[in-house]
């Protein structure tokens, strides 16, 4: 069998595997709206990756852009109009320009500068969302506003009430915004991200315009966890500062480490394995956190390639 | 630990299958039924057990499981077993919204209890609601549960910030004077907290000082209490709460500001008290709930069987709101005979607790038209040391009904939408 | 008016100097093992609890001198299991596995000493301000700063004087010439490593005079420290020094004119700064560009 087909074959496996969750989660007691948040997840974790695995670039401040998502999409609903679309729009260009600007003051840093400084300036905006109050309703978090049914012009489909169709609306969110990063990391831009990973010196010999390439790679992959965030707000019908705080940050470089951030799809079994573990150890045990805790550092001292790397290591194809 | 009970899913299935978790080996499987004959009825209650709050939520679960097991001890509900399923909302909405989905939707539980955080017990609020699950809001404050965003099928046992102003505003001002000066967290229980104390304030005559908002998880208070005391008040209050509070009022004996002004609050619990120095155990406050009430039938009883399940130590506030929300679901459906939530929520309208339940001097009913529980306010002062006992660190001097202070329905914002 | 600026700025370089504390701890480690410790709130709070338990026996004083060493102590054996074998892999991995590691402190002392928050008192001597117009000036915030300037100076003194400290700066600059030389790198960064939990664990017997005791008592702590850092500049103790104290005084002026805004407006500077001067205040040309 040759390398390209058992590549389609996982493919699709993995779109089978997602599409039919609402028939198989249940019988293995999972539940639809843990899939939904598994999707948005894993989202957010391949926005990292896009930077982190494909740039080499680590952002640890990406929940900002995500959170502003969720409130971009909280504002629209409450206040422009009672449109998902809109919503899901208002949430990508907060969560994404909030990112360009950033991103300028903060692509001439890297390594662990780099790091540093985007925490810094994630919790800037943490502090902005949890202060301004009159506007993000601080604390409380915004709340107010609710998926809205999809009109389609010759059909009506109800993604408030019905769960499994809503899974379905994520997953097609989901399949749409994969599509458009893997175009991207496929074209001249994403071979020239490539280039800056590996070396970035002899990228910048080769004539590429680093900083601009690091920047663009930044915005980008801040739209999509603008857009990832919207979806987060559609999910739960809120939106609060703990979807910007440093540790939602954590989290998703957690999933896109653990899965394989050298994988497209490392990601998105990262925050499988991660959401599905903490749902299930907190129900079990109220020391959950020691064992999530415990679990990053087994991955971190074990698994620093992510289990799609260790996958691939054990079984060469 | 203090979360290990008799009837609860987080021990059985620690005991069960806490070998197979790290493994990953059984994902989530349906809660085990003990053999007891009749299918149990499972009671959802969400709360953070992780995270600031969670002393308080660990004794509200603490008093629910209590109220779990001496229900089933006398036939449970309709005769069938209760099974209480709990999970932490980890202080986070979107969490919270993920476990109140994942108790109705895969546990399919009859009824829903939580949380201690007014953001989540509202957002969750929204999941029952769409549910059309009975709901009890346990212990979160903030005005507008039983208000403007009140709904058929929730109903709330711990105090709405008015009513918690409105029972301490006229001894405050009598005992300390007129000049007030607010720290206040800014968040929403907060501003409805110091606006209500405002308005009591303002019909007594009196005047706010200022009034400072301190963002949630405040460390250090010594700039707002140089302000404070520059603006000289006769009274300081102290609206933060939990480890905030602790904080401020720490830093306030320390800094002998309590010897210049007088210093105060609204609501006051026993776990903030007890994790602070003696010194700083200082004010007229107002409990919810006091364990100590001498002459009140099935009090010291229900001291006792906390004190059996909790190291020793007395029931809180926290632990009768967890009680009295099981108490509520379990004696309404006995007393209907049913478990249709509709039924149930029309039933709950001027309910009243029993004796045994209610645990205070006055009658303790939900209120037709906003749901929200009669509860007594305990109003008195704290105490440095606590005299026959280590935690009695409160001094009770007063208890206000519930339909006392509670401001009329129309004036509540409340207007309750029955499904047809 | 000028009364209310003057007392804040003097309260704001008391707070400073207990951020100064825990920032250098923070520094040094960030300096020597390229990790950006997530779990120093962490070893803050095992140090108040660490205090907290030994009291009753030595006394407030006594758990003054033997908390700090005992967290230095887990911090070293922490070091020599976790952190070691991350050396010379991405600095992505150190901050994952502090970030785990912070997780697990807090459930850690809520799983030992429970969820409900401790109560410390400070010593009698100490607990009265100095006088009643001035009663921000309490014994124990000066004492705070004493303990904090002694400490930084003896710091500043041991990196200038002796060879273990003369060794660690030069391994900030410049690491792999320092091995060259034949120095024990491990056992530098080990004591090193060690060195910082020892000032985060002071920085938590201190806290718990002023604040409430509980598990989570680390976590708004630590990002003031971090954002000291930043002003200051990466690779120099001198600048986080300096980042300290003027947080806290950006931060008390705040709370004159525009109180809730006083946490928030560290944040501000920093994004100021890092606008104005990249490096930080005090950071050196091409140290972690």
Request: charged share 15%.
């Amino acid at each position: 069998m040759s390398a390209g087909a058992a590549k389609l074959i996982a493919l699709t496996a993995v779109w089978a595997l997602l599409a039919a969750a609402p028939f198989w989660a249940p019988l293995v007691g999972g539940y639809t709206a843990l899939g939904a948040r598994v999707l948005v997840l894993a989202l957010a974790a391949m926005s990292v990756n896009f930077l982190l695995g494909f740039a080499g670039v680590l952002s640890f401040g990406h929940a900002a852009y995500f959170g502003l998502g969720a409130y971009g999409a909280g504002f629209a609903l409450k206040f422009l109009a009672p449109s998902t679309p809109l919503s899901l729009l208002c949430g990508t260009l907060l969560g994404g320009i909030a990112g360009a600007l950033l991103g300028l003051l903060i692509v001439r840093r890297r390594g662990v500068y780099f790091a540093m400084v985007t925490i810094a300036f994630g919790q800037v905006l943490y502090y902005i969302a949890f202060q301004w109050s009159s506007l993000t309703g601080g604390d409380d978090g915004l709340r107010g506003f609710a998926r809205q049914p999809l009109d389609l012009g010759f059909a009506k489909i109800d993604i408030l009430g019905d769960e499994t169709a809503f899974y379905y609306f994520v997953l097609l969110c989901f399949a749409l915004v994969v599509a458009v990063m893997g175009f991207i990391l496929r074209s001249p831009f994403g071979r020239a991200m490539i280039a800056i990973r590996e070396n970035e010196r002899r990228a910048r010999f080769l004539g590429l315009a680093v900083e601009r390439h690091i920047w663009i790679a930044f915005t980008l992959s801040c739209f999509f966890a603008g857009f990832a965030g919207a979806l987060y707000a559609l999910v739960n019908n809120f939106a609060d500062p703990r979807g910007l705080h440093y540790s939602q940050s954590g989290d998703f470089v957690m999933m896109a480490v653990m899965g394989g951030m050298r994988n497209f799809w490392g990601p998105l079994l990262g925050a499988a394995v991660f959401v599905v573990v903490q749902d299930y150890l907190s129900s079990v045990t109220v020391n959950w956190m020691s064992f999530i805790g415990l679990l990053f550092v087994l991955v971190v001292l074990f698994f620093p390639r992510g289990l799609l790397g260790f996958i691939r290591r054990r079984a060469p194809a | 630990m203090a979360l290990l009970g008799e009837t609860g899913r987080l021990d059985r299935r620690t005991m069960l299958k806490g070998a197979a978790a790290l493994g990953g080996v059984a994902l989530a499987s349906p809660a085990i039924i003990s053999a007891r004959g009749e299918t149990p009825v499972k009671i959802g209650m969400v709360d953070p057990l992780t995270g600031a709050y969670a002393a308080n939520a660990q004794n509200e679960v603490t008093g629910a499981k209590l109220a779990v097991s001496q229900l089933n001890a006398k036939g449970g509900i309709l005769g069938r077993p209760i099974e209480l399923l709990v999970e932490d909302s980890a202080n986070d909405v979107g969490t919270g919204v993920q476990k109140a989905r994942k108790l109705t939707e895969r546990d399919e539980v009859s009824f829903l209890i939580g949380d201690v955080n007014s953001a989540v017990a509202q957002a969750i609020a929204q999941v029952s609601n769409e549910k059309k699950i009975l709901h009890i809001v346990s212990g979160g404050h903030t005005d507008t549960i039983t208000g403007k965003d009140c709904k058929w099928n929730v109903y709330r046992v711990c105090n709405t910030t008015t009513m918690e102003a409105n029972s301490i505003c006229s001894t405050l001002f009598e005992k300390y004077g007129k000049k007030w000066y607010f720290i206040t967290p800014d968040y929403a229980y907060g501003h409805t907290l110091q606006a209500a104390a405002e308005a009591d304030l303002k019909k007594l005559g009196g005047t706010t000082s200022g009034a400072e908002l301190t963002p949630l998880g405040t460390t250090d208070f010594s700039a707002f209490l140089i302000k404070a005391r520059a603006a000289n008040p006769d009274v300081i209050l102290v609206l933060v709460q939990g480890s905030d509070m602790v904080n401020c009022l720490k830093q306030i004996t320390q800094f002998g500001l309590n010897t210049q002004v007088h210093v105060a609050g609204l609501q006051q619990e026993l776990e903030a008290l007890e994790g602070m120095p003696p010194e700083a155990r200082i004010g007229v406050w107002m409990f919810e709930w006091y364990w100590k009430q001498p002459g009140v039938s099935g009090v010291d009883q229900f001291v006792a069987d906390i004190r059996k399940v909790n190291n020793g130590k007395v029931p809180t506030a926290r632990h009768w709101f967890g009680y009295t929300s099981v108490q509520t679901i379990v004696g309404v459906a006995n007393q209907q005979k049913t478990l249709d939530s509709l039924k149930l929520a029309k039933a709950l309208g001027n309910f009243e607790l029993p004796p045994e339940v209610r645990l205070q001097p006055n009658k303790c009913y939900y209120r037709e038209g906003d749901h929200q529980l009669m509860t007594s306010a305990f109003i008195g002062e704290a105490q440095a040391e606590g005299k026959d006992d280590p935690e009695d660190l409160f001094r009770v001097d007063k208890v206000i009904a519930g339909d006392k202070d509670a401001p009329p329905v129309d004036e509540t914002g409340c207007k309750l939408q029955w499904p047809a | 008016m000028t009364q209310l600026l003057l007392f804040n700025v003097t309260n704001g370089l008391i707070i400073g100097a207990f951020y100064v504390l825990m920032a250098l701890g923070l520094s040094l480690i960030l300096n020597l093992s390229n990790v950006i410790n997530f779990a120093h709130g962490g070893f803050l709070v095992i140090g108040g609890y660490i205090a907290y338990s030994v009291t009753p026996y030595v006394g407030f004083w006594g758990a003054l001198l033997v908390a700090p060493p005992l967290t230095a102590l887990i911090g070293f054996v922490v070091e020599r299991i976790l952190i070691r074998p991350l050396y010379g892999r991405d600095p992505l991995y150190g901050l994952l596995l502090t970030f785990g590691l912070a997780f697990m402190i807090e459930d850690g002392t809520r799983f030992i000493w429970g969820a409900q928050g401790k109560p410390v008192s400070v010593p009698a001597v100490l607990a009265h301000p100095l006088s009643a117009q001035f009663f921000f000036l309490t014994g124990y915030r000066l004492f705070m700063v004493a303990a904090a300037l002694a400490v930084v100076a003896l710091l500043f003194a041991l990196l200038r004087y002796t060879k273990l400290g003369v060794r660690i700066r030069a391994g900030t600059l410049d690491l792999e010439t320092v091995s060259a030389l034949g120095v024990n790198v491990q056992a530098l960064r080990s004591l090193n490593f060690a060195a910082g939990v020892f000032l985060a664990g002071l920085s938590g017997v201190l806290a718990a005079g002023q604040l409430g005791l509980e598990p989570t008592m680390g976590t708004g702590l630590l990002m003031p420290s971090f954002v000291a850092i930043i002003v200051g500049g990466v690779g120099s103790l001198t600048g986080t020094l300096i980042g300290g104290l003027l947080i806290g005084v950006a931060s008390g002026l705040t709370a004159v004119f525009l109180p809730a805004a006083s946490e928030a407006v560290i944040y501000v500077l920093m994004a100021l700064i890092l606008l104005l001067r990249p490096r930080g205040l005090f950071g050196e040309e091409g140290m972690m560009t």
